[in-house]
């Protein structure tokens, strides 16, 4: 749910506006931190698999 659906959704329900654009805001920075968490989380396993592959290339050779 994005943060227009969620304010909307708030409002409808009787939130008050505040707490609604408050909650949308929050909606919106969530989905900017999960976004670069999957980037960091995506170079961190690139960096381990090219650490592995530098041991196993030292361990066979």
Known sequence: ???TNLYRALISAGAEEQVAKQA?????KMVIT???LK???RL???LVI???LLELRAFIG
Do not use: K, R, Y
């Open 44 to 46: 961190t396993l690139g």
């Open 1 to 3: 749910m994005n943060g």
């Open 24 to 28: 949308a805001d929050d909606n919106f």
């Open 39 to 41: 980037i960091t989380n």
């Open 34 to 36: 999960l976004a670069e």
């Open 50 to 52: 090219a650490l592995l």
